[in-house]
């Protein structure tokens, strides 16, 4: 058995299936490297780099004890990358509360042809149920950077706070807080219903 997450969410007539698996060097190092030079993301990111730097880059990235890297699909196509991370090790933690159980996301949506509000809902929507699924998370940190004008609408419509704005090393940004409870709540009003077909069977590492 494949060590993948895979659910399916209905959304009325919609019916939308993702995976979520560990990035694998060999297999995806193209992928994201071609992704993080397209326009939508480079400005955000700066990860436009040379190919032997962003290997090195990638290389930390799945090594890091403190994060856990995936790859999403949906529907059968590659579409995003996320990012879990322990707030403890991260310098967010100087810049609000932490509490117990609070679980730190990256996010990126690859191919622009998704970058949309109807596919961009659909594929943070999954990022979240993953995330609370699989790390049993009370809470999601997230920090996008303040220009970003469709992630942000897309977390506050799944029940997330805009707690404040936040100056960081490389970007201004605003900090966003998901409870499970909010992001349940908002599920159940507007009947998505969702169907675990299959969990991972162990994660990297401990971020809750």
């Not at 071609?34 to 990111?45: G, L, R, S």
Request: charged letters at 30%.
């Amino acid at each position: 058995m494949k060590n993948e997450a895979e659910f399916i969410v209905t959304d009325g007539e919609a019916v939308e299936c993702f995976t979520f698996r560990l990035v694998d060097y060999d297999q995806d190092s193209d992928m994201l490297y071609e992704w993080m030079h397209q326009e939508h993301i480079a400005p955000f990111w700066k990860l436009d780099l040379p190919r032997p730097e962003f290997q090195t880059w990638l290389h930390k990235s799945i090594e890091a004890e403190h994060k856990d890297v995936y790859i999403g699909t949906f529907n059968g196509t590659p579409v995003c990358y996320l990012i879990a991370y322990s707030v403890h090790d991260d310098p967010i933690r100087e810049y609000y509360n932490v509490q117990k159980g609070d679980l730190g996301m990256h996010l990126l949506i690859g191919s622009r042809s998704f970058l949309n509000k109807e596919d961009g809902l659909s594929i943070i929507r999954a990022m979240i149920i993953f995330l609370f699924d699989q790390y049993g998370a009370n809470r999601i940190i997230g920090e996008p950077d303040i220009r970003n004008r469709i992630v942000i609408p897309i977390l506050k419509k799944l029940g997330g706070k805009v707690v404040g704005r936040i100056d960081l090393q490389q970007k201004k940004a605003s900090l966003i807080i998901g409870e499970r409870q909010a992001v349940e709540e908002k599920l159940k009003e507007n009947n998505i219903q969702v169907e675990m077909v299959n969990r991972m069977t162990e994660l990297r590492n401990e971020l809750v």
